[in-house]
T-cell receptor, first 114, second 111 residues
Framework: NAGVMQNPRHLVRRRGQEARLRCSPMKGHSHVYWYRQLPEEGLKFMVYLQKENIIDESGMPKERFSAEFPKEGPSILRIQQVVRGDSAAYFC????????????FGPGTRLTVT | QKEVEQDPGPLSVPEGAIVSLNCTYSNSAFQYFMWYRQYSRKGPELLMYTYSSGNKEDGRFTAQVDKSSKYISLFIRDSQPSDSATYLCAMALYNNNDMRFGAGTRLTVKP
């Protein structure tokens, strides 16, 4: 059983470009969470999605960031017009049962904005 | 005051030592408690998941939750160099989407 898959693993973007981060949850998991991790800091919740629905986006900046989890295909975290402060590791996690239950993390995408 | 406090270390111990990692928290409503291990430049790996106060053991790892003191611990017995990693505590409210993480404690086990 493959774990949570994320791609790309490393992404370099210039300021003003768009970044698209992909996450395929574990088989049978329909709950996906996105987190951001800055150096020397803990993981910060961004958004929680179920298939075709955004359940909670309270941790996501209101501008430039969006997320989706379509009926078919991976979940996408999209960052428009990236700035240097967006440089971080972005992790997604999936869960079989939703809030409060164990979450399994992917390897992360390291975004560098130059 | 942060909602979840965790000493970042670094913590260095000799191989075979017992390691104690701790977190304190301020929100008494947290009900789910987890410990993750994160190797450098990798994703966090779930080690332990507990729901109630008390102890939970899994191999060399024991998780302890004291809700009255708002304090959780992870003990590692017979520590190995392969245990060298950053350990993150995490906790969540019942039916809440926003899992809160500690900043992580960096552990090095020296052969």
């Amino acid at each position: 059983n493959a774990g949570v898959m994320q791609n790309p693993r490393h992404l370099v973007r210039r300021r003003g470009q768009e970044a698209r981060l992909r996450c395929s949850p574990m088989k049978g998991h329909s709950h996906v969470y996105w987190y951001r991790q800055l150096p020397e800091e803990g993981l910060k919740f961004m958004v929680y999605l179920q298939k075709e629905n955004i359940i909670d986006e309270s941790g996501m900046p209101k501008e430039r960031f969006s997320a989706e989890f379509p009926k078919e295909g991976p979940s996408i975290l999209r960052i428009q017009q990236v700035v240097r402060g967006d440089s971080a590791a972005y992790f997604c996690a999936s869960s079989p049962r939703g809030p409060g239950y164990e979450q399994y993390f992917g390897p992360g995408t390291r975004l560098t904005v130059t | 005051q942060k909602e979840v406090e965790q000493d970042p270390g670094p913590l260095s111990v000799p191989e075979g030592a017992i390691v104690s990692l701790n977190c304190t928290y301020s929100n008494s409503a947290f009900q789910y408690f987890m410990w993750y291990r994160q190797y450098s430049r990798k994703g966090p790996e779930l080690l332990m998941y507990t729901y109630s106060s008390g102890n939970k053991e899994d191999g060399r790892f024991t998780a302890q939750v004291d809700k009255s003191s708002k304090y959780i611990s992870l003990f590692i017995r017979d520590s190995q160099p392969s245990d060298s990693a950053t350990y993150l505590c995490a906790m969540a409210l019942y039916n809440n989407n926003d899992m809160r993480f500690g900043a992580g404690t960096r552990l090095t086990v020296k052969p």
